[in-house]
């Protein structure tokens, strides 16, 4: 039996004893706010294709993407990121359909902004959705090297037109080295001074892409991504491609992927001023997705508290495939 001294003066069960005062004491809090939505563009209207390995995720034409859009903003998310689905036979080694302006992708993203201009539409800048090669960068054909100075060309040229299409937010996720510099110079020279530029700082070479490689169609056709994307093992690293991306003039930084990289989020928060994203990608949706399916885990429940948690470490904006889910939750 406890006596009286036995007993705690210092309970920090009283801070959880009731709903109420478990919300007035909680450090960190989701919003719609926190959340942008991926989402897959196929080329033709009226597509509405699922994707196997993304239970509930699909790849919209165009006119079906602006009735999602539509349907977001509704709910409360402020930003969409797209992601083109770009037909083989518009594929080459040179990534040519990349530079079409007239294409599919800078038209919808103009289609967006000009059907609802306060939605933030965030783009992608990398080679694989639109090379035969599959890799965020040129091949050479002889070794099989990724060529960093000859793929920025091709970058800013990118950055130009999804910034005339009216982008707020341009995403760079190839990781060529210098190419945060060599876009912010390009929007410069062309005056797009207000357009955004969130680095895809800390991208690791991870295991947790494959499903976003099945939707876009864009795994690599040879090797890997290992001598561009980021060793899993390093942190420091990660330091360093912040420092030089804020030299360069990003706006925002990003860590992907999101759930197996907490400490790499909560580092460069603690280090850098700028804001920082984490990417909820492909894999850890699908992965919850299937625990749910088979009754393993509560899905609603899991993809709350893996939220909560990007939050937690030190992220100040979250892109989710689970966006539109949690706004409809928040």
Request: with cysteine.
């Amino acid at each position: 039996m406890m006596t009286e001294f036995d007993r705690p003066h210092i309970r920090p069960r009283r801070n959880r004893k009731s709903a109420g005062i478990r919300a007035m004491v909680q450090e960190n809090t989701l919003t719609k706010n926190d959340l942008i939505m991926p989402l897959f563009l196929a080329g033709k209207n009226g597509a509405k294709e699922a994707i196997k390995s993304m239970p509930g995720q699909f790849r919209f034409g165009p006119d079906l993407l602006l009735k999602e859009v539509k349907e977001l903003h509704a709910l409360g998310i402020n930003c969409v990121c797209l992601f083109p689905a770009v037909e083989d036979r518009k594929k080459d080694s040179k990534a040519s359909e990349a530079m079409n302006a007239h294409g599919f992708y800078p038209k919808a993203i103009n289609m967006i902004k000009n059907e609802l201009p306060e939605m933030q539409v965030m783009t992608d800048i990398a080679l694989d959705p639109y090379s035969s090669d599959g890799h965020d960068g040129l091949v050479d054909r002889k070794t099989g090297r990724i060529l960093n100075d000859e793929t920025l060309d091709i970058l800013a040229e990118m950055a130009i037109i999804q910034a005339r299409a009216g982008a707020d937010i341009l995403g760079p996720s190839d990781m060529m080295d210098g190419r945060v510099g060599v876009i912010r110079q390009a929007l410069d020279a062309e005056g797009f001074y207000e357009t955004s530029v969130m680095s895809y700082t800390a991208k690791y070479a991870s295991a947790f892409y494959g499903p976003f490689r099945d939707a876009l169609e864009s795994a690599p056709k040879k090797g890997d991504k290992k001598t561009y994307q980021m060793n899993p093992a390093n942190v420091k690293e990660a330091l360093l491609e912040a420092e030089l991306d804020t030299e360069e003039g990003a706006d925002m930084l990003m860590v992907k992927p999101g759930l197996p990289y907490l400490d790499v989020i909560s580092a460069l928060s603690d280090e850098s001023l700028l804001p920082i994203a984490a990417y909820n990608v492909s894999g850890e949706y699908a992965m919850i997705k299937a625990a749910a399916a088979n009754g393993w885990i509560d899905g609603e429940k899991a993809m709350m508290e893996m939220l909560l948690s990007f939050k937690r470490a030190g992220a100040d904006m979250i892109l989710s495939y689970f966006s539109k889910e949690a706004a409809s939750i928040l």
